[in-house]
């Protein structure tokens, strides 16, 4: 179908009929053109990226929205589950709907148990997010897991060697970058926010675009000064130069996650 032979993967969280303030948030609307832009790209004959879909979370969207916007468009992409929250949450999907999912062709993965940020876990908090995570999810979809994708991109080696151990062979994480087809062992992504209008991703995927190699550079900044004020500090100095909605209907644990996806 295509020469493509590199990708670019793209990470979506939840999607909306109407447009939200919540950054990660994306109209319907939106995902549906660049969807269709996305189909346009795949085949397409002369060099550039090839437009790969995730989402992250397992919010129940994902089902509702996303699903027949991809399944319509024979596009398969990784939904990255937050185990713990599954069947738990106001807004997330159940198993029932989680089945639903993968038994459309759709591919599942893990996004640990709780969301906790995997640098800040302990070795039994670790195994709790990462091993049985991974074996309540193949339980209960009756399916390989061999995918994860890290809670606010973080990772440092311990963690790393730790979805190794607990049997995932590629790990997802949130540094925009080009991977090549098919992908190693760890796979970057581009946070998309509800803002990026389809112009932008036509920039990005034009063949000389310097658009991801700057968006490469801002998460390196951003990953250094992390490094330098720590966590908690930069979630707080983040959440001062982001709005984050407070509206109730939107549910207050889409607010809670805000800081931990941004990137
Ligand atoms: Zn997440």
């Avoid at 190693?184 to 992504?189: E, H, L, P």
């Avoid at 900044?221 to 001062?240: H, I, P, Q, R, V």
Wanted: net charge neutral; proline share 4%.
């Amino acid at each position: 179908m295509t020469q493509l032979s590199e990708s670019l993967y793209l990470l979506y969280h939840e999607l909306r009929p109407r447009r939200s303030d919540y950054s990660y948030v994306v109209e319907t609307a939106a995902f549906e053109k660049q969807c269709d832009l996305f189909l346009k790209l795949r085949s397409r004959k002369e060099p550039g990226l090839f437009p790969e879909v995730t989402f992250d979370d397992g919010h129940v969207s994902n089902l509702e929205f996303a699903l027949p916007i991809l399944h319509s468009r024979g596009i398969q992409a990784w939904f990255f589950i937050t185990v713990g929250w599954t069947g738990q949450r106001p807004h997330y999907m159940d198993w029932q709907q989680l089945r639903t999912l993968h038994e459309a062709g759709q591919q599942i993965g893990a996004h640990g148990w709780t969301h906790t940020l995997l640098t800040h876990c302990s070795p039994a908090e670790l195994q709790k997010e990462l091993a049985e995570a991974r074996l309540t999810l193949e339980d209960k979809l009756g399916t390989s897991i061999t995918t994860m994708s890290l809670p606010g991109g973080r990772a440092n080696s311990r963690v790393i060697q730790a979805c190794r151990d607990a049997g995932y062979t590629q790990i997802f994480t949130s540094a925009p970058k080009r991977e090549p087809r098919p992908a190693g062992a760890m796979i970057g992504r581009l946070n998309v926010r509800g803002d990026m209008t389809l112009e932008w991703f036509e920039q990005l995927f034009e063949p000389k675009s310097s658009v991801l190699s700057s968006l490469g550079r801002q998460h390196q900044m951003k990953t250094a000064a992390k490094a330098l004020l720590g966590d908690s500090l930069y979630e707080k100095l983040w959440g001062l130069v982001n709005r984050q909605e407070t509206e109730t209907s939107m549910g207050d644990a889409t607010a809670r996650e805000d800081s931990a996806h941004h990137q």
